[in-house]
């Protein structure tokens, strides 16, 4: 195991605060290096130094447990990629059931095979999330997205998954209170309500998550398909 990746792994944990049980933080090591092994052969990541995989993978993807609730519950990671963050939160809380989606079939691929050895425990999907949802309306307590779209055209994508009384936890960088702004109409067409925006100090880089409360349920006709959200965000 890369000592470098570990001791930046454990830094960050204590900065923000974060406990991890046991052996997790090296299970999350040794997840983060099996990406790094792939990554040569299939394109995951642009961050490949070991401290910064730790704190830029890792730390931030875990940062989302700060908006977690106690007790047994479910997440959907929409646009999983490699794995971010909903990896990291499946081996973090034991408790939280986690399913990864994503419509690139070669890295839900990776991941059905890599994480069993690992004993981190997800439901692997390889679907677009706007053919997923129609099955698993509101089915999640939390839907989470890291770097797929702007806020506006993310919700669409992400709150048909959530349960009322649930949330939305979109990761964000410096412009997450413009984007809210933004989203303004979408927030209110799609059942949600704004509950708080937590920041937290990683790297140079201004991290944040947006927390969105479901207060009503989502009408039926969202989402769209991709293409029109894109072209007409509400």
């Known amino acids: 195991m890369d000592n470098r990746m570990k001791q930046a792994l454990l ?13 997790r933080a090296e299970t999350l090591c040794a997840f983060a290096e099996a990406m790094l092994r792939q990554n040569e052969v299939m394109n995951l990541t642009a961050i490949t130094e ?16 700060k908006a977690l609730e106690p007790g047994k519950k479910t997440l959907i990671d929409v646009g999983c990629g490699a794995g971010f ?6 081996c973090a ?7 990864l989606l994503d419509s690139l079939g070669k890295r839900v691929s990776w991941l059905e095979a890599t994480l069993p050895g690992l004993g981190i425990e997800a439901v692997c999907v390889n679907a677009r999330a706007e053919d997923y949802a129609a099955q698993h309306r509101e089915c999640f307590d939390y839907a989470t997205s ?10 669409e994508l992400t709150a048909p998954f959530v349960k009322v009384g649930g949330a939305v936890l979109a990761m964000k960088g410096a412009a997450a209170e413009e984007e809210l702004k933004e989203a303004a109409s979408a927030i209110k ?13 990683i790297e140079d880089t201004h991290h944040c998550l947006v927390v969105l409360r479901k207060v009503s349920p989502t ?6 398909r991709y293409a029109k959200i894109k072209q007409s965000p509400l």
């Open 219 to 224: 009408p039926k006709q969202y989402p769209r």
């Open 146 to 155: 890291r770097a797929v779209a702007r806020l506006n055209i993310l919700l």
């Open 93 to 99: 809380r034991e408790d939280l059931q986690v399913t």
């Open 85 to 90: 963050p909903g990896v990291p939160l499946a």
């Open 189 to 201: 067409k799609l059942g949600l309500k704004p509950e708080t925006v937590l920041e937290f100090p």
């Open 11 to 23: 830094e960050g944990l204590s900065e923000l605060d974060i406990s991890l049980e046991g052996s």
């Open 50 to 65: 070991p401290e910064k995989v730790a704190r830029l993978h890792l730390l931030d993807s875990l940062t989302v447990t």
